[in-house]
Structure formats: structure tokens, C-alpha cells
Nanobody, 125 residues
Framework: QVQLVESGGGLVQAGGSLRLSCTASGRAFSSYDIGWFRQSPGKERDFVAAIRWSGLYTTYAASVKGRFTISRDNAESTVYLQMNSLKPEDTAVYYC??????????????????WGQGTQVTVSS
């Protein structure tokens, strides 16, 4: 099992940028697809972006496409989420999640079985 820890959240003004990191422990990380999800109070956990274990394939939610970029460094056991042009509606707790999947992509939270504790992102208007 892979343990995941998010970092990099914080408070930023609209139009600003943040980079989130998801750092893993465990040898299986390089075989894991990693997804980013977010959840606001009273709302469901929504898919944001995902990256294949190889790093060769990525997919994004329509609401963040063109503004967010997911990448990974398997040597550092880390996945990044670069968030640009942030909007107040991006405010949420952001979670990274992992799994070893034969098929791609996986965008449902219930597909993933390793989760981090989350990091708060707040975008002020």
C-alpha cells in the first residue's frame, strides 16, 4: 500500500497560482495512477485531474482544463498539480489519491483506494 501526503495549499487571490504536491511512500508509487480531487463543504468530492503511472497520459475536468497542469516525478515519488488563473470557485480541500489500474482513465473517487489527508486551497475574490 502507498501512503500519500498533500502539501502546498494556502490562501491566494483570484488570478494567482499555487502548486500542490502529493508525496508518496512505498515502492509501488511508480505503478500507481494518481488523481487529484476536491471537495467543498456540503458538496461531493469532484474529480480534478489524473495522471497515468508512466506520466504519458493525463486527463482533466472541464472546469480546470487549460488552467491546471498535473505532472509527476517518479524518482521523487511526487505528483504535482500546478494551478494557475485561480478562481474563487476553486476553493476546496484538495486530495490526491492513487491506485493500480489496468484501464485508463479513472475519474471516480470510489475507484481509488489510497488517499491523502487533504490540503486546503482558498481563493479570495
Amino acid at each position: 500500500q502507498v501512503q500519500l501526503v498533500e502539501s502546498g495549499g494556502g490562501l491566494v487571490q483570484a488570478g494567482g497560482s499555487l502548486r500542490l504536491s502529493c508525496t508518496a511512500s512505498g515502492r509501488a508509487f511508480s505503478s500507481y495512477d494518481i488523481g487529484w480531487f476536491r471537495q467543498s463543504p456540503g458538496k461531493e468530492r469532484d474529480f480534478v485531474a489524473a495522471i497515468r503511472w508512466s506520466g504519458l497520459y493525463t486527463t482533466y475536468a472541464a472546469s480546470v482544463k487549460g488552467r491546471f497542469t498535473i505532472s509527476r516525478d517518479n524518482a521523487e515519488s511526487t505528483v504535482y498539480l500546478q494551478m494557475n488563473s485561480l478562481k474563487p470557485e476553486d476553493t476546496a480541500v484538495y486530495y490526491c489519491a492513487g491506485g493500480n489500474f489496468p484501464a485508463w482513465p479513472r475519474i471516480r473517487p470510489n475507484d481509488y483506494y489510497s488517499w491523502g489527508q487533504g490540503t486546503q486551497v482558498t481563493v479570495s475574490s
